[in-house]
Nanobody, 127 residues
């Protein structure tokens, strides 16, 4: 059974940085396309960043482009989200997601594409 465990959330001041990490167990990591989503109180879950199986293709939501960077380490079964220049509006629960696929294509950005989710990690940015 595939499990995803996130870490790295916390409280940070505006302008600061955090690095989230997610480790996948119970599956062959390179068989999974990975992504980060977030959900703020009272709002729908939204795509933050996605990355394909090799790390050679990735994409970021316009709201975080230039500030956040997704990466993966296939040797360690991890996907990270480096978050810089954080803003109060980045406050949310951040979720790691995995989609098993045999197609060597790019990343996915739709929440319904992903079958496996972590428990989430809280990120709070104070002004």
């Amino acid at each position: 059974q595939v499990q995803l465990v996130e870490s790295g959330g916390g409280l940070v001041q505006a302008g600061g940085s955090l690095r989230l990490s997610c480790v996948l167990s119970g599956g062959t990591f390179t068989s999974y396309v990975m992504a980060w989503f977030r959900q703020a109180p009272g709002k729908e879950r939204e795509f933050v960043a996605g990355i394909n199986w090799s790390g050679g293709d990735s994409g970021h939501a316009d709201s975080v482009k230039g500030r956040f960077t997704i990466s993966r380490d296939n040797a360690r079964n991890t996907v990270d989200l480096q978050m810089n220049s954080l803003k109060p509006e980045d406050t949310a629960v951040y979720y790691c997601a995995a989609k098993e696929t045999s197609f060597r294509r790019g990343y996915y950005s739709g929440a319904t594409d992903f079958g496996f989710w972590g428990q989430g990690t809280q990120v709070t940015v104070s002004s």
